[in-house]
């Protein structure tokens, strides 16, 4: 789709340009929004270039292809610390990153989202705050976002058509009474648009879109951004750490490169977009004498509060077959429950979204370890199986957190991340309401049994190194600029102050656009 030749390549002494490590929907988005403006970037990508048609429909290949497999560490009470102890989350290491993965669900934030302090109230062991932004002040970057990414329902475009996957959900939530059932609001196209095709209803939207239709930085922001000769995309650039001057001011990114040499490229500013895991640990792994606790951590808030939304599946089983798989994925949503409503036993909202895994993926996430006669029961059943995905807000909490692991290195020598998290009672209240929600929702449908999925290893990565209002309340400012290094950006979801219930990456790209303006704008005034 894209030319991916940059038009011109920056002298590793060029401390003119703005270095961003990461090309996902964050790191993606800021380099073509700079580039635009005239400013010069060099984007760092860990993974290699996959074009359309290099990727796999077949799921565990694909994983290997795209994902993040280098090692991490995990702990505490959550079902993935027991079943998958080094973590494999669907992050991507690739160009595009996991904006190549993404299902392309895309819905704004709520008003009383970007207030959760206020809203909720005082909720014992969790961090509930302010986002130092509003829905009125991210409204028209909203809108800019959805045009750029071709959102359906929006901007005049239809709807993506309902497959059998859908049609279960909308008879099953039309019975019991829910209104607010559509195929959504997706970032794939519905029409020609953009210089892309229409969705083709194709599946496997989780291994990549072979046909372009599904909104993505490979093919859209990172060539648009290399048109204009003001980008130089470098794959295979693994960065180890960010290095600062003696005013304390980031100054360099040290990289390994496709061939496992380091690098080491100049910056006048750098903006880390590695989603909340890779982000803090870059952060962490850069302490140095001036900065001990690690870059931007006078507040000792890089890598807490990391948050992953509740989530589980609840899949149907019906007398005919549905064949789940076939057609966009999860072109299919249900937000009668996406309110805060305290009377249902827990704040914040939640919203099921469709979803399917291909039979390897299912026999892996739906019960690991649970071999047996109802396992047996339930592959046998696949072909008639319809499923579901609960997307629901959960709790910022300081003890959930991103930390380094000094024993364990990666392939590179870099120390690796330890996820630690325990779920809130919020979560596990709101779980609970959800499982039984869409148990409600296949049985209206005619559906002869229904099964639960606990919480799947992979899900939306957010928080970290949140925005707050006050310094010593989290890691950047409004605008994803560090409280303590003016010139050290976070432009990722590591951001999000909290969760919110909405699949994150229209908010991403949002920000990102928003941050492009600001970035601009300090540069121009040359107050960075």
Known sequence: MGDYDNKKTFAATDDSVVVIIGSGAGGGTLANELAQKGVDVVLLEAGGLHEPGDFIADEWPSFQQLAWTDMRTVTGDWRVARDFPNLPAWICKTVGGTSVHWAGASLRFEEHEFRARSTYGELKDAQLLDWPVTLDEMAPFYTRAEQKMGITRTEGLPGLPGNNNFKAMYAGATKAGYTQCSTGRMAIN????????????????????????????????????????????????????????????????????????????KARIVAVAGNSIETPRLLLNSASSTFDTGLGNSSDQVGRNYMRHTTGSVWGVFAEPVHMFRGTTMAGIVRDEARHDPSRGFVGGYELETISLGPAFMAAFFDPGGWGAEFTEAMDSYAHMAGMWIVGEDMPRATNRVTINNDLKDQLGIPVANVHYDDHPNDAAMREHAFKTGEKIYTAAGATRTYRTPPYPSTHNLGTCRMSAKPKDGVVNAHGQSHDIKNLFVSDGSQFTTSAQENPTLTIVTLAIRQAEYIAAQMQARTV
């Open 190 to 265: 519905p029409v020609v648009r953009d210089g892309r095709t229409h969705c083709m209803q194709r599946g496997f939207c989780f291994q990549g879109c072979r046909y372009s239709a599904k909104w993505s930085t490979l093919y859209t922001e990172i060539p648009r951004g290399i048109a204009t000769g003001h980008l130089e995309l470098r794959s295979g650039a693994h960065v180890s750490r960010i290095e600062h001057d003696a005013k304390g001011k980031v100054s360099a990114v040290v990289y390994f490169d496709k061939d496992g040499k380091e690098q080491r490229q």
